[in-house]
């Protein structure tokens, strides 16, 4: 597998911006709606910042997997987990080496939640992604987008440096809804997550009964 294959800006940052970004995933996740027993995908997981939080919100009784097409990052994503200790001996992740496109095949069954973290705006093929989501999802899931808002980056400082990617890359909610609705989609509810970022919440959308 190429670098070329993967999606464009959406390569993992240095461990120590990326931290002063993220200082609390947990909360994060939290506040987009994740909870105790649901079934959860980390679409994207890079080296499992929000893997190992996820894993321990959803706990015994969820499940989550964990899906990246490079190797080296999901084996730190592993690594991750495996340094919380005990604590985290009874969650379950599946780890799954994968394309974004048509990764409901390497399921289990359809989930609860999707959660897609700092990686849309890179995705080439969007309708191609949001069709897969929405495969994956049952059909009372949610499909969690969690990206920069669209500022200019040299608005959106971290550690001094302006951080995130290209501003002609980076798409609002309703820019994000919009594409979404072409796949099944309906927006569901935004959050703000401070100081860069959004959480926008999808579901997919009812047929509507014909007269």
């Known amino acids: 597998m190429t670098k070329d294959a993967y999606f464009p800006a959406t390569g993992m940052p240095d461990a120590e911006w ?5 200082p609390n995933p947990e909360a ?10 649901q079934s959860a995908i980390d679409l994207c997981c890079g080296d499992g910042l929000f893997t190992v939080p996820l894993c ?4 015994e009784l969820g499940q989550v997997y964990a899906l990246d097409l490079d190797s080296q990052l999901l084996a730190a994503a592993k690594d991750r987990m495996e340094k919380q200790g005990p604590a985290f001996a009874g969650k379950t992740c599946t780890w799954i080496e ?10 289990d069954g359809p989930v609860d939640v999707v959660l897609m973290a700092n990686t849309f705006h ?3 093929d969007k309708t191609a992604l949001g069709e897969s989501v929405r495969r994956a999802l ?39 809804g919009q594409i979404l609705s072409a796949t099944g989609f309906k927006a569901a509810q935004i959050v703000d997550l ?7 919440m999808f579901r997919v959308a009812k047929a509507t009964p014909e007269a």
């Open 28 to 37: 994060v996740l939290r506040k987009v709606g994740i909870t105790a027993g």
């Open 98 to 107: 994968a394309d974004a496109y048509g990764f409901d095949e390497a399921l």
């Open 122 to 124: 890179g995705v080439p």
């Open 56 to 59: 321990a919100l959803v706990g």
């Open 194 to 200: 401070p100081p860069w970022h959004y959480g926008a």
């Open 18 to 22: 990326w931290s002063a970004l993220w």
């Open 138 to 176: 049952k059909p009372d899931g949610r499909f969690v987008v969690i990206n920069w808002h669209a500022r200019p980056r040299q608005q959106t400082t971290v550690l001094g440096q302006p951080r995130g990617p290209k501003t002609e890359m980076r798409l609002s909610p309703d820019q994000v």
